[in-house]
């Protein structure tokens, strides 16, 4: 059951088998191709040689840093996975060429045609793409099949701070890339789809987007985008789902996984409007629901491992005490979201490897993290403001350039992100009487109690008690606030006792207890 997910998702992922090819070539082969590269230089220096003659080559997972390649032909080559950082392919013919994954950091491809590329998740931070084609073409091969046929794609690809002013990009998929800082003036961006893609800090000043699917919020921080442009956007277009529906294909997603493959139906929706349905407990491992809007979905203790969520919007879910290991969440949203118990460590694959779960780019602001497991989790560029973190496991995290507070929050802000709970209600005695609460945490509480003869910082001794569990426990806590509208009166501990804790940890679930 376990094998049938974890095949088909890493067969739909070819990047996790690139650049292994390189390697078990014939050193013939690898000789023919480097005086290949050779005589390209030496044509290219004015030095005799001849034009790199490269269509359909194999030359995926290469060691090609820094290599001289302007106006080679590529067209139809492989190049997944290779090392092409610092090269110069400038006005080259890559119509058709398979770049999956390929290192082009710091490239030059200015002029170059790339009509009906394949850039899934290639990286192109700081890449060249100035007046590049990216329209689309067709491709075919030898034996007069189609190698390549539509628009070039650009999913996942990482071009932070890449120049691609003037690119021709119409009708491209864009969904996933990360465009950070990227000029993108003058660029024709007209028809291409760009659902979880990040504009933050890209200029658009002048480009054209007459009909480029997007969504809107991810324009809050471009720069330079005219509001004639704007006014040409679209929403992305999501197709409905029924309760009925989703039930029957979640039945059918079962089936499959139980089944090894043999029966049913994976679970596979692209943009699609999930109705918010309670899937408790339900097994959806190895689902894709990439690019879906399922705002307050019950996915409570849900088995999600190695589910791919990709860009999809799940603000306000119910995924507390779910599974999510190795589970792709890169830039879905989960504002809100209830994460509570849920484990998003890695899963562990056949060949002694882990596949970490990957939130990079994730939007969590004000999640439930109470108690998640998120070891060894990818949280580039995540989102964490205002998340409940009380317990979080990030132990071999990667938290390059996440965002874990707001700038200028207060130690006293931060304090309050604590869970909250309304029952059961305490009962909290002090020198000005006895009152039950409103809410407490486990940083502290709010009284249900007129404010008179309370100060702001004000210092006091509590005896706090739950009904029928234990004795009351004596904890020292500080005003913080006072309500006389409601009335109420909330103070902090100061601190919890271990006693305290013990006696909270008694009156909520296990996985919301403080360890």
């Not at 890559?94 to 994954?101: N, V």
């Not at 082009?104 to 790339?114: E, K, M």
């Not at 109470?370 to 990818?378: K, R, W, Y």
């Amino acid at each position: 059951m376990l094998d049938i997910y974890l095949k088909s998702y890493c067969l739909a992922d070819g990047t996790a088998f690139r650049g292994t090819m390189g390697a078990a070539r014939q050193q013939g082969e690898i000789e023919a191709i480097r005086k290949e590269l050779q005589l390209h230089r030496a044509w290219a220096e004015g030095k005799g040689g001849r034009r790199a003659e490269l269509q359909f080559r194999d030359l995926s997972g290469l060691p090609l840093k820094g290599v001289k390649l302007a106006d080679a032909k590529l067209s139809g080559a492989d190049l997944s996975g290779a090392d092409l950082e610092g090269a110069d392919l400038s006005r080259a013919d890559l119509f058709g060429a398979d770049l999956e994954g390929a290192d082009l950091s710091g490239a030059n491809l200015s002029g170059a045609d790339l009509r009906g590329a394949n850039l899934h998740r290639a990286v192109m931070t700081d890449v060249v793409l100035r007046g590049a084609d990216f329209r689309a073409g067709r491709l075919l091969g030898g034996d007069g099949a189609p190698v390549c046929d539509g628009t070039a794609r650009l999913t996942e690809a990482r071009l932070e701070r890449a120049v691609l002013c003037s690119a021709k990009l119409t009708g491209c998929d864009l969904s996933g890339a990360d465009l950070m800082d990227a000029d993108l003036s003058g660029a024709d961006l007209s028809k291409c789809v760009m659902v979880g893609v990040d504009l933050s800090g890209a200029n658009l000043d002048g480009a054209q987007m007459g009909g480029t699917v997007v969504d809107t919020s991810a324009l809050a921080q471009a720069r330079h985008l005219s509001e004639a442009a704007r006014a040409q956007l679209a929403e992305p277009t999501l197709q409905k789902l029924s309760a009925e529906a989703l039930a029957a294909a979640v039945a059918q997603h079962e089936r499959w996984v139980e089944s090894g493959g043999a029966a049913g139906a994976r679970l596979d929706l692209d943009m699609a409007e999930l109705p918010p349905a309670d899937l408790s407990g339900r097994v959806l491992a190895g689902a894709r629901l990439r690019r879906c809007r399922a705002a307050g979905l019950r996915l409570h203790a849900a088995r999600l491992d190695m589910a791919d969520l990709a860009y999809t919007d799940l603000r306000g879910a119910d995924l507390e005490r779910a599974s999510l290991r190795g589970a792709t969440l890169r830039r879905a949203v989960l504002e809100r979201a209830q994460l509570a118990g849920a484990v998003l460590e890695a899963q562990p694959m056949s060949g002694g490897r882990d596949w970490p779960a990957n939130l990079e780019g994730a939007v969590l602001r004000g999640a439930d993290l109470t108690n998640a497991v998120l070891l060894g989790a990818i949280l580039r560029r995540a989102d964490l403001v205002g998340a409940i973190t009380t317990g979080l496991s990030l132990k071999g995290a990667d938290l390059t350039g996440a965002r874990r507070t707001a700038e200028g929050e207060t130690m006293e802000a931060q304090r309050r992100r604590l869970r909250r709970f309304t029952q059961p209600v305490l009962v909290v005695g002090s020198r000005k009487g006895t009152a039950r609460t409103r809410d407490w945490s486990f940083g502290g509480l709010a009284l249900a109690v007129s404010t008179d003869g309370y100060a702001m910082g004000e210092k006091v001794t509590l005896l706090v008690a739950c009904p029928a569990v234990g004795e009351p426990v004596p904890v020292q806590a500080v005003v913080t606030a006072l309500n006389p509208a409601i009335p109420s009166v909330s103070l902090r501990f100061e601190p919890l006792t271990d006693e305290l804790k013990a006696l909270l940890n008694q009156v909520v679930p296990e996985h919301l207890r403080m360890r």
